[in-house]
């Protein structure tokens, strides 16, 4: 399975992006997803996550009520809407998930990342 973002870009803040990651490829199942962020000079950290249904959602604290995740399983594709952009969300977004095989291997699987940068 390889996962591919789009959707990032440079916006003034207060502004919104939308990203979105797709799977492709065959495997069993496709389990959880998310996005993670990594800024320069800093780690790579949790954004936000939902589980394979959909049903349940996690966010950081800093992007609740700004951020939102969904998914749309038939197309094997998560989405991370952002509004009310500001310059610390500025970094590269990346989208994970977490991939059962054909031989019940769970593997946790990468996209390559997706610049965003937040304007001041």
């Known amino acids: 399975v390889q996962l591919v973002e789009s959707g990032g870009g440079l916006v003034q803040a207060g502004g919104s992006l939308r990203l979105s990651c797709a799977a492709s490829g065959f495997t069993f199942r496709i389990d959880a997803m998310g996005w993670y962020r990594q800024a320069p000079g800093k780690e790579r950290e949790l954004v936000a996550d939902?589980?394979?249904?959909?049903?349940?959602?996690n966010y950081a604290d800093d992007v609740k009520g700004r951020f939102t995740i969904s998914r749309d399983n038939a197309k094997s594709t998560v989405y991370l809407q952002m509004n009310s952009l500001k310059p610390e969300d500025t970094a590269v977004y990346y989208c994970?998930?977490?991939?059962?095989?054909?031989?019940?291997?769970?593997?946790?699987?990468w996209g390559q990342g997706t610049q965003v940068t937040v304007s001041s």
């Open positions: 939902i589980t394979t249904g959909g049903g349940s959602a």
């Open positions: 994970q998930a977490v991939v059962t095989t054909f031989s019940r291997q769970v593997n946790d699987v």
